[in-house]
């Protein structure tokens, strides 16, 4: 009797102690699935990947170096261009980039003061080699999101670096003078979107091809580029309706200083989606499975290893 109590006892801990285990192991069930997905899946090893490469690029960094070197490089540039330019150029210039009022007016005096006394050469290449900041610190970038080696800079880089410069500065005001000539044109809500789209795609293949010397074929810079365009698509009306009024505010309130921060924030904002979505398009391009093969165009490589891993650049 006492060994039957006995044995009834254990059997009924046994059971309460299952009942307590089986929630552990659902857990640990939902776990595995979870690392599965995230491993061998594409959307969750698109995920892990991307997070892994924010990590190593440093991205939040690098997005402030390089919208600082954006500020004090693409701006002095257009500066540039309004001193050689006519009033109503200069007025173009500022409308491109929403100047405030009191900007507006400094912008003229320079215009005026352009007239009687001119920029000179040697002022033209100081500023225009000056500039070429923010394409040393593109060109780290992206050699980091692409696993390159560390660039040397050369006396060979220079027109590399000044193209995209005055690529940056002409698709800024190339951009809004075409939208604005299109924007009459049946559908009215088509064909600026479309210019926009254009232009931003073809910055987003450019830069990053010339400053890497064609190391990274277009094809696999197309992916990212394409998510940029995409992203600049939606994100533009809200930068339009956006920036005049907060330039408007910091200049009432802080001054110039005001208006420095207000184009710093949303250069910081463009320069983390630039550099997010080219490491996303790396991601992607460089993936093991048939999408990133079929970008790569290494069919042939995929039937022989179907289940191989990618490495850097090809």
Known sequence: MGSTGSTGHHSAGN????????????????????????????????????????????????????????????????????????????DRIANAVSMPEESRLILQEAVTAAGNAGFGILGTVVVVVTATGVSRALTRAFAIIWGLPRPKSSLRSVWRWIAVVLALAFSLLMVRSVGQLVSGVPPEAVWPAAVTLVSDLAMALFIPWVLLSGTVRPRLLLPGALILA???????????????????TSADQYGSIGVAFTYLALLYAVSFAFLATAILGQVIATDEGRLGRWIRADAAAAKAEPDGRNGAVT
Request: aromatic content about 10%.
């Open 230 to 248: 995409l992203v600049m698509l939606a994100a533009r009306p809200v930068m339009a309706a956006w920036l005049p009024q907060a330039l408007e």
């Open 15 to 90: 059971e309460a102690a299952g009942e307590t285990e089986s929630p552990p192991g659902t857990l640990h069930v939902l776990w595995r699935r979870l690392l599965n997905w995230l491993v061998t899946d594409w959307p969750g090893r698109t995920v892990l990947r991307t997070a892994r490469s924010f990590t190593r690029t440093e991205l939040f960094d690098r997005s402030m170096t390089v919208a600082a070197q954006l500020f004090t490089c693409v701006f002095p540039i257009l500066i540039l261009l309004a001193t050689f330019a006519t009033r109503r150029d200069a």
